[in-house]
């Protein structure tokens, strides 16, 4: 179990521009989660996938976000246009398919996004 | 539509001292709960979880919490605290799948980080 891997740690990036962060999450789990967390704030639910199925997403994820998990392993997020406003942590987490271990959610390091 | 409330975003206690964390919840729906901690610029790791029958539940590094229904509260304790326990705690609350009152998301409230003086 090498527990779930994101990738890039921290990435600055400059107003406007576009940003793409992978998740892998632990191998057994077919449920991935996105989560955005600001400084003195707990982690905000943003979208969650079901092996490849997209099958809920916050209101926290406008226009410009786009989460995409295309054969059921790793996940990517995508930023489009990033704007000030982005600038958190990204937080992946995944999860056992069945019985009450489906709730346990196991996180990764994150992805810190400063945009400039 | 759920909520949690951590009160005390700062909590200092001297190294083998009683901890304390505080957690209420709300919930239209029986709730799951969950305690998790974070280290600096790391993810979180769940420390313990209520999903059904004993309400006194323990977790790791010597953790425990109690679900209380009538004060929904599941207050997080240590009875006594190492310096290696300084880090922020999260606590967490779902919704059951077959209650139909959402997803498997986690709302988390906005953490209480711990100090421990020597």
């Known amino acids: 179990d090498t527990g779930v891997s994101q990738d890039p740690r921290h990435k600055i990036t400059k107003r406007g521009q576009n940003v793409t962060f992978r998740c892998d999450p632990i191998s057994e789990h077919n449920r991935l989660y996105w989560y955005r967390q600001t400084l003195g704030q707990g982690p905000e639910f943003l979208t969650y996938?079901?092996?490849?199925?997209?099958?809920?997403k916050s209101r926290l994820l406008s226009d410009r976000f786009s989460a995409e998990r295309p054969k059921g392993s790793f996940s990517t997020l995508e930023i489009q246009r990033t704007e000030q406003g982005d600038s958190a942590m990204y937080l992946c987490a995944s999860s056992y398919p069945s019985g009450t271990s489906v709730y346990e959610q196991y996180f990764g390091p994150g992805t810190r996004l400063t945009v400039t | 539509a759920q909520s949690v409330t951590q009160l005390g975003s700062h909590v200092s206690v001297s190294e083998g001292a009683l901890v304390l964390l505080r957690c209420n919840y709300s919930?239209?729906?029986?709730?799951?709960l969950f305690w998790y901690v974070q280290y600096p610029n790391q993810g979180l790791q769940l420390l313990l979880k209520?999903?059904?029958?004993?309400?006194l539940v323990k977790g790791i590094n010597g953790f425990e919490a109690e679900f209380k229904k009538s004060e929904t509260s599941f207050h997080l304790t240590k009875p006594s605290a190492h310096m290696s326990d300084a880090a922020e705690y999260f606590c967490?609350?779902?919704?059951?799948?077959?209650?139909?009152?959402?997803?498997?998301?986690?709302?988390f409230g906005k953490g209480t980080k711990l100090s421990v003086i020597p």
């Open positions: 209520y999903t059904t029958g004993a309400t």
């Open positions: 967490a609350v779902s919704a059951p799948a077959y209650s139909g009152a959402g997803s498997y998301q986690l709302t």
């Open positions: 919930s239209s729906v029986p709730p799951y």
């Open positions: 996938f079901q092996n490849e199925a997209q099958l809920e």
